[in-house]
């Protein structure tokens, strides 16, 4: 009779931490997926620079950083760059949008920023 008691109890407690070991696990998965996006920014940002100080053609430079980031969409991507000033440093900058999803929190999105910075010119 005893041992069915316990067992009631540690379901119990098994329903009490359930929801926490949940959002728990959603957490890491989440901020493992904005770190995923972090480094396909970077690297977008760094092959987008690449071209622009080599070719100095913006549009080019953008157009690389856009496809450097397969995994994101393109439209909501904001580049910026600096002007290419032969052997001066230009720089690109792309900011993304990114929303948590963890169920029954509320997100609100955040934007996250990567730069990429090269010598223009070589």
């Known amino acids: 009779m005893r041992q069915q008691h ?8 098994f329903a009490i931490i359930l929801p926490v070991l949940l959002l ?3 957490g890491i998965i989440e ?9 396909t ?5 760094r092959e987008g620079v690449r071209t622009y100080a080599i070719t100095q053609d913006q549009a080019q ?3 690389t950083a856009e496809l450097a980031a397969t995994t ?6 904001t580049v910026t760059v ?3 000033v032969i052997d001066q440093p ?6 993304y949008p990114f929303e948590f999803f963890i169920p029954f929190i509320p997100s609100t999105p955040i934007t996250l920023e990567a730069e990429g910075v090269m010598k223009c010119g070589g």
């Open 6 to 13: 316990e067992r009631g109890a540690a379901m119990v407690e």
């Open 61 to 63: 430079g953008e157009a």
């Open 82 to 84: 600096t002007p290419c």
């Open 41 to 45: 920014l970077t690297h977008a940002a």
């Open 24 to 26: 728990l696990v959603f």
């Open 31 to 39: 901020f493992g997926r904005a770190h995923n996006t972090q480094l």
């Open 72 to 77: 994101l969409d393109p439209a909501q991507m």
């Open 90 to 95: 230009t720089t690109m900058t792309i900011q």
